[in-house]
């Protein structure tokens, strides 16, 4: 059973570029959480999906950022327009139900944007 | 503006000791605490976790102690070992009406290095 992949692994982009992150959730989640962690910080909520569906934005910037979970295919998180201080890593993570405990979340091994 | 990163706590100690990593949170409603372990490169993966109806919780080779009184809370390692060599974090899911979500607030994070 496949674990949360997350594709690039990594991903360089020059400033003013588009950067696409993909996450396909462990079978059966179709709950999904995007985190950001900048370097040496914690993880910081991004947004929360379910199929079709954005349920929970409040950690969203504001501009450049957005994110979907298609009935069909991964859960893409977009970045346009990307500055340096997007360089981070980005982290997915699916469950199987809204409500959780912790060993039912599980992470992805993230995608690390560079911006040069 | 932009967020600068913080020098994360650590924590070195010889192959054998025992480790203590330490994590305060502010939110006197929080009743569910899970500690995750990241490795270099790696998404979180679960420790352990503990409700806040109990003061201690042990698992295999850690222990997690919850005060509520100094809202602290400690993740107790024996027989430390090189490969558990990490930065630590504990988090707290959201909590609505006694459900725990996967909405998770991280802690700052030690990074605990393990000397043979």
């Known amino acids: 059973n496949a674990g949360v992949m997350q594709n690039p692994r990594h991903l360089v982009r020059r400033r003013g570029q588009e950067a696409r992150l993909r996450c396909s959730p462990m079978k059966g989640h179709s709950h999904v959480y995007w985190y950001r962690q900048l370097p040496e910080e914690g993880l910081k909520f991004m947004v929360y999906l379910q199929k079709e569906n954005i349920i929970d934005e409040s950690g969203m910037p504001k501009e450049r950022f957005s994110a979907e979970f298609p009935k069909e295919g991964p859960s893409i998180l977009r970045i346009q327009q990307v500055v340096r201080g997007d360089s981070a890593a980005y982290f997915c993570a699916s469950s199987w139900d809204r409500k959780t405990s912790g060993n039912t979340i599980y992470f992805g091994e993230g995608s690390w944007l560079t911006v040069v | 503006g932009e967020s600068v990163g913080l020098h994360l706590p650590t924590l070195s100690v010889q192959e054998g000791d025992n480790s203590i990593i330490n994590c305060a949170y502010s939110n006197s409603a929080s009743d569910y605490f899970i500690w995750y372990k990241q490795e270099s490169g790696k998404g979180p993966q679960f420790i352990i976790d503990i409700r806040s109806n109990m003061d201690k919780r042990q698992g295999q080779r850690v222990t997690v102690l919850l005060n509520k009184t100094v809202k602290h809370l400690s993740l107790q390692i024996a027989a430390t070992q090189p490969g558990d060599s990490a930065v630590y974090f504990c988090?707290?899911?959201?909590?609505?009406?006694?459900?725990?979500?996967?909405?998770?607030?991280f802690g700052q994070g030690t990074i605990l290095t393990v000397h043979p």
């Open positions: 988090a707290d899911p959201l909590n609505a009406g006694g459900t725990s979500y996967g909405k998770l607030t």
